[in-house]
């Protein structure tokens, strides 16, 4: 079962983490935050990653708005961390917003844009909705970061940000808060920099790309119409050839390389369609 593994569990952590998200979007952020931390204790009995990832979040949202940025900033880049090994997109996109908000606070707002400018590229890779929490610090911290910065100066940031891979991305937001970091960190060695991409076969190229959306096999295999056996060796394959350890060490060497949603379309499908829109589509949570 997917989420908390004892059914009555599972119930009382979605009421705990619908409460949070109500307290929050009511501005009660000290209940938000209490609420927040049972979620979590919760999930520490046995839970499902992705929800203690949103219990961070929230909690990391809940700190910025009560001023305490230091805390929200590890807390979001503890969940950063997290949603990278998980692969979720949507989590990724999330916590880089909350960071940019945190950077926006110090006043580094040049900083701050260029990773609102980085999520709205990252943003393509998500196809369900973000937490309602979420939304609201997405549209906080652009309104932050226009006190900060002009408008041309705004606009190229995001600019430059668009233009960042993934893993420049990750380094620029781990990076922030650390003693002596400028925020712009020297950009980070890939495992498999040096690995040349013709080694992949072109359907070992098409599960790459596929892995920097953050699907799973099983979505993998529908979307290629192949058997799950067959992706699992094809993932199998890939990290014996690039000499990686997971999967998200793939998805990372995929983007370096350049990889995209296009590229994985077999054939015989039409590509799918690219949201005109960045601005984010929300649920509760």
Request: aromatic share 6%.
């Amino acid at each position: 079962m997917r989420g908390w593994a004892h059914p009555a569990k599972h119930g009382f952590g979605w009421t705990l983490l619908y409460r949070a998200a109500l307290a929050f979007r009511q501005g009660n952020y000290a209940a938000a935050i209490v609420a927040y931390h049972e979620c979590e204790q919760i999930i520490q009995q046995g839970g499902d990653a992705n929800y203690r990832g949103l219990a961070l979040r929230g909690l990391g949202n809940a700190h910025l708005r009560l001023g305490e940025i230091d805390a929200a900033r590890r807390l979001f880049q503890e969940s950063l961390q997290l949603n990278l090994a998980l692969n979720s997109w949507r989590g990724i996109v999330a916590c880089l917003t909350g960071i940019a908000a945190t950077l926006a606070a110090k006043g580094n707002g040049r900083l701050a844009a260029r990773l609102v400018g980085a999520t709205e590229t990252l943003l393509l890779n998500v196809t369900t909705a973000l937490p309602l929490t979420d939304l609201v610090q997405w549209e906080h911290t652009q309104q932050i970061i226009h006190t900060l910065l002009d408008e041309a100066t705004w606009q190229a940031a995001r600019a430059e940000g668009r233009t960042l891979t993934l893993p420049q991305i990750v380094a620029i937001a781990l990076a922030a808060g650390q003693p002596g970091a400028d925020g712009q960190p020297a950009t980070p060695v890939s495992p498999s920099a040096h690995k040349p991409d013709n080694s992949l076969s072109p359907r070992e190229r098409q599960v790459a790309a596929l892995l920097t959306q953050g699907k799973t096999n099983r979505e993998i295999a529908e979307e290629l119409v192949v058997g799950v056996k067959s992706v699992e060796t094809y993932v199998t394959r890939i990290l014996n050839k690039l000499g990686l350890a997971t999967r998200l060490q793939i998805a990372l060497w995929a983007v370096d390389q350049g990889l995209s949603a296009s590229q994985s379309t077999p054939p015989n499908r039409a590509a799918p369609l690219v949201r005109e829109s960045l601005t984010p589509h929300f649920s509760i949570l």
